[in-house]
């Protein structure tokens, strides 16, 4: 029994012979393991590189794996391949082409009127059409290149006996301005307006560029005169300045347009029957502040010099207010204004404030139209305030009068500005910038501010304003500004992006 138990104790032959080779194995793989590591290594590294099998001298000795043979390098028969999955191509950036006009304009009044539209209309650029209550006259053809191509309003004799059908002209208008057109791709944007507006064209497509056109959107701006928007609707865009309509809702509008003028037949508002029209489609107004009515009297350069941080899209009513500036008529103001348009649309009217600390000079420019020296320290919250210098639409009794707040001209010499209005341009090509000269209007005549130190700008008579001739983009905050240098009559500023965190004060 001994015996047998010693025989089962001692390993027999082919055990002694599996162990050994064991340990063998384990050593070999001990001894060559950083090498499968280094070869395992490159080839992942070269693989990362290339898309085809790559075999490698001796790899089939040290793992077959690395190099599998055809039958298991190809695919299953049986799997599916997936088509390739197109990826819709992002549209191309809003440009001018993408918008068509629709302008409203009287026969009589075009003789005059079309000074505006011609001031900032672009001939074989510009899309749209000016739409006449009535055929020219011979005075007025043959018809100018340089103006909008015409047509005749659409008779409407379903409204002929009503007393006023000129608003419902003006909201059929939109429905005339796509039957020209047609049924076009590439058409995003329908703006309608009057023929007393002028409209700014790049600032309007860097601003429509930020919409969605494929949506329904219904852009435009309220009255400045706070009874029209009680008498109409807050909630509405003022046509003068401007109506804009996505493609797709104008469409709508325009396959609903019958049935909507006889909804509202006894409205005598164009734009507010536009906004009921568009209310039924499920539609609201989107308020913007670059676009202006200007339902206002007189002189509006108060107005125009504490413009909000939107680039300005529009003015209407240049035919009813004063010239806006001085020693000017209503046309070459117009284009006066639009060679600093022509130069940089996206500063135009933006208002920047910046100190000369040592004379306690607050100095507020409106860029393109007007600066102001105050002889006393003020924050930009007060110089935003337009100064009233102009009269409301109707003077009719009530405590407030517009949809803004002003200020009233104090005869203060320390609240009072010296005025000055743009002159002249001129590029640099030496230093890639714009610089805009502001020529004083006119002796203040109010003496110096005491208060402030005594120290008068009555002997400044121009002011030059350095800025990048590079189009301004982001628009959440006014520009910045610092006084160069003050010297004899002149004072000159250099525009600058605001620092984080700075305080205009």
Not at 13 to 28: E, P, T
């Amino acid at each position: 029994m001994m015996q047998q138990q010693q025989q089962q104790n001692q390993p027999n032959l082919g055990q002694i012979k599996a162990r050994v080779v064991s340990n063998f194995n384990f050593a070999v793989l001990n001894h060559c393991r950083p090498l499968l590591i280094g070869v395992l290594t490159v080839y992942l590294i070269v693989f990362s590189y290339t898309n085809k099998n790559l075999t490698f001298p001796g790899s089939e000795y040290f793992c077959p794996l690395l190099n599998p043979s055809p039958a298991t390098a190809t695919a299953p028969e049986n799997l599916t391949v997936l088509p390739k999955v197109k990826v819709k191509a992002a549209p191309a950036p809003t440009n001018l082409s993408h918008l068509v006009f629709g302008l409203l304009g009287s026969e009589k009044a075009w003789r005059y009127r079309k000074n505006y539209i011609e001031s900032w209309w672009r001939a074989n650029v510009t899309r749209g059409f000016l739409f006449l209550d009535s055929a020219p006259a011979p005075d007025l053809l043959p018809w100018p290149a340089t103006s909008p191509p015409y047509r005749i309003s659409d008779e409407l004799p379903e409204f002929a006996n009503l007393s006023e059908i000129r608003p419902k002209r003006m909201v059929h208008g939109i429905k005339e301005v796509l039957r020209e057109v047609g049924d076009e791709k590439e058409l995003r944007w329908v703006i309608m307006g009057d023929d007393d507006s002028i409209f700014f064209v790049d600032n309007m497509v860097d601003v429509l560029s930020k919409y969605d056109h494929t949506r329904y959107h219904y852009i435009g701006g309220q009255s400045e005169y706070l009874m029209s928007n009680f008498w109409f609707s807050f909630d509405q865009g003022y046509g003068g300045a401007g109506i804009i309509l996505s493609y797709p809702l104008a469409k709508a509008l325009a396959g609903d347009m019958e049935n909507c003028l006889r909804r509202y037949v006894f409205l005598n508002s164009a734009d507010n029957t536009t906004r009921n029209c568009i209310a039924d489609i499920g539609v609201n107004v989107s308020p913007y502040k670059g676009n202006h009515q200007v339902d206002l009297h007189g002189d509006i350069s108060g107005f125009l010099s504490a413009h909000p941080v939107a680039p300005v899209t529009s003015l209407h009513h240049f035919d009813v207010v004063e010239p806006i500036f001085p020693a000017k008529d209503r046309f070459e103001a117009t284009r006066h204004l639009m060679t600093a348009a022509e130069a940089d649309q996206s500063r135009l009217l933006q208002q920047t404030v910046c100190y000369s600390r040592e004379r306690n000079w607050s100095l507020s420019v409106s860029w393109g139209y007007s600066a102001q020296i105050y002889e006393r320290i003020m924050p930009r919250s007060y110089l935003q305030i337009p100064v009233e210098t102009f009269t409301p639409w109707l003077d009719v009794p009530s405590p407030v009068k517009y949809m803004f707040q002003t200020r009233k001209a104090s005869g203060s010499p320390c609240r009072d500005p010296h005025m000055f209005f743009y002159a002249a341009l001129e590029k640099r090509l030496e230093t890639k910038g714009i610089v805009t000269r502001y020529s004083r209007a006119g002796p203040r005549g109010l003496g110096p501010c005491l208060s402030s130190g005594n120290h008068s700008a009555d002997s400044i008579d121009s002011i030059d304003l350095w800025s990048p001739a590079t189009k301004r983009t982001k628009v959440d905050r006014c520009e910045c500004c610092d006084v160069v240098r003050i010297e004899g009559k002149r004072a000159e500023i250099k525009l600058r992006k605001c620092r984080r965190g700075e305080v205009i004060a």
